[in-house]
């Protein structure tokens, strides 16, 4: 899963550009009101809330759109209503692809997105078709030059979580969906410098792409991901470094 993780840290770098700043300010601000109108707006009690907020801050969004978007979900303020939808099919070689998405129309996503399967050489299908592959973990990342790595898996594991792993310069650490919130925590009150953490669904076993299939599949993984109403995309690729080095560096 070392594909997944570099993958992941490489679009977090191109995040900080001023393009994909306002982009990724969008997709957050409809994570904050989703997550506020389904439970409620005190980030203390609502994991998701806080969760949503802390990549905010992460983002540097200004205090004040946090709160507006806070508002708009509890009601407090007017707002679009959005709507929750995951998004299952396949990809190049075979991957299974699922994207999560928060939108305000759902016959325009559901259309972008089978568009953007297509034209990667993938298919969209039925609800459930690839979601028996994927099991919902927590996933907190540590910088790994910041800490030792025996110190942090003895915390990690007295906290609760159930595995640990290094991927380049961070340390992922995977718990149990309820007991992330607990284990971060537990990390932070140890001074161990989190980077992110987050509810995330992971992969039970990984299929092998490589040459054009693994850039096919990268592209389409791209394109989801840049579409507005995309929160996440989740696939079960294993891909070499180098493949998704070229793919980025285009």
Known sequence: MSGHSRWAQIKRKKAKTDQQRG???????????????SGGGDPKINMRLKAAIEA??????PADNIKRAVQKGTGELPGEMYEEVTYEGYGPGGVAVMVRVVTDNKN???????????????????VGCVGWMFERKGVIQVDAERIDEDDLLALALDAGATDMRRV???YEITTSPDEMEAVRRALEERKVPVLEAQVSMVPLSTVRAEGKEAQAVLR????LEEQDDVQAVYANYDIPDEVIDAVTAA
């Open 108 to 126: 325009r996503t559901a259309h972008e997105i089978r568009r953007f399967f297509e034209k990667h050489s993938g298919n969209l299908g039925q």
């Open 23 to 37: 982009k990724l300010f969008t997709k957050v601000i409809r994570e904050i009101t989703v997550a506020a109108r």
């Open 220 to 223: 389409l993984v791209e394109a």
């Open 168 to 170: 380049e310069k961070v």
């Open 56 to 61: 905010a801050k992460a983002a540097s969004m």
